[in-house]
């Protein structure tokens, strides 16, 4: 299957040198595109696009104070350069879901992230929700969507654009009780969209045993249950031990490794997004995610699995295969 990678250098503009989330990330992240990978220009949202989850006030109210350079909240920050690439980024994200609709592969790799962001307030360094803009926006042509989160921060914003449909289904795997202490295994949704949350809050200090364990019993089989139109990956590699954001224990193959099953256990093309990432290993993650992309398969090392993960699966067995 082709594959393909979304980038423009707008992405770097949105900058704060001494921030982790800066401009250099995004250059470690594109150090990892293997060659003949195909690259596209980025795309941008309109306020209607973003509108679709983002409260109108709160569009305007970016708008006009990325002016400059400030801070939205404790850790988000905005520039001159900010609104025009955060809207890249959400309408970016929306291109990828469309060449997978056609049946590509395609890695945004883009910032500011987005998963945090909540419809009407930054957070978490995201100014927009990327995934979540692009899923709604999927949605006027399309019956379902999958989001698949596997950041080791909870995506809290996209969780709350969707909490009450039964139309996207959210998975999202992260450290539990990490930023922003949500994404607990009781968070399944509300009204129609009860059951269409799956979140697998992990023990720090888990490895590829415990995040296959969740996608081999949870995670694949309730995206083949939904059979959504699209497949939403939020693409955060820090979950790497050598990211000092978390306390996971995975390795850049192990991205490859995630990849992999969700091509092979879902028969989707993958819609990914990048959202988080601060390590040394980061651009070696992306690479074995195009690896996987075009078809190569990683085979993870032997790890035992945590305690706490099996009775996090059972939960969630019983949620979805009620």
Not at 46 to 63: A, F, K
Not at 133 to 156: C, F, M, Q, T, Y
Not at 210 to 224: G, L, M, Q, S, T
Request: aromatic share 10%; charged share 20%; hydrophobic share 40%.
């Amino acid at each position: 299957m082709r594959s393909s990678v979304i980038y423009g250098d707008i992405f770097t503009r949105h900058d704060m040198e001494a921030h982790p989330e800066s401009g250099s990330r995004l250059r470690a992240a594109l150090s990892g595109v293997p060659e003949n990978v195909r690259w596209r220009p980025p795309v941008r949202a309109t306020e209607e696009d973003l509108e679709r989850v983002h409260h109108p006030q709160y569009v305007r109210w970016v708008r006009e104070i990325a002016r400059g350079s400030c801070f939205l909240d404790p850790n988000t920050y905005v520039t001159c350069h900010s609104f025009e690439a955060a809207a890249y980024a959400a309408g970016s994200t929306f291109a990828a879901v469309e060449r997978a609709l056609d049946g590509e592969h395609l890695f945004a790799l883009v910032r500011p992230p987005g998963h945090h962001a909540e419809p009407d307030r930054a957070m978490g360094f995201c100014i927009f929700n990327n995934a979540a803009v692009a899923a709604a926006k999927a949605l006027l042509s399309v019956d379902r969507v999958a989001i698949l989160d596997w950041d080791l921060h909870h995506g809290n914003g996209t969780q709350t654009a969707f909490y009450g449909s039964d139309r996207v289904l959210y998975c999202s795997v992260h450290e539990e009780n990490s930023f922003p202490r949500t994404g607990w295994v009781d968070e399944i949704g509300t009204g129609a969209g009860r059951g269409y949350t799956l979140n697998a809050p992990l023990a720090p200090g888990s490895t590829i045993a415990d995040y296959r364990h969740v996608f081999d019993e949870v995670f694949i089989p309730a995206i083949a249950r939904f059979r959504p139109d699209v497949l939403i990956v939020s693409a955060g590699q820090d979950g790497l031990a050598d990211d000092e954001h978390g306390r996971m224990n995975l390795v850049p193959e192990d991205y490859g490794v995630l990849a992999g099953m969700l091509i092979d256990g879902t028969d989707l093309p993958l819609a990914l997004t990048l959202e988080g990432g601060y390590g040394p290993s980061l651009g070696k993650a992306i690479g074995t995610i195009f690896h996987a992309l075009r078809g190569e398969r990683f085979t993870p090392a032997e790890s035992a699995l945590h305690r706490h993960t099996g009775r996090v699966v059972e939960i969630l067995k019983k949620v979805w295969f009620r």
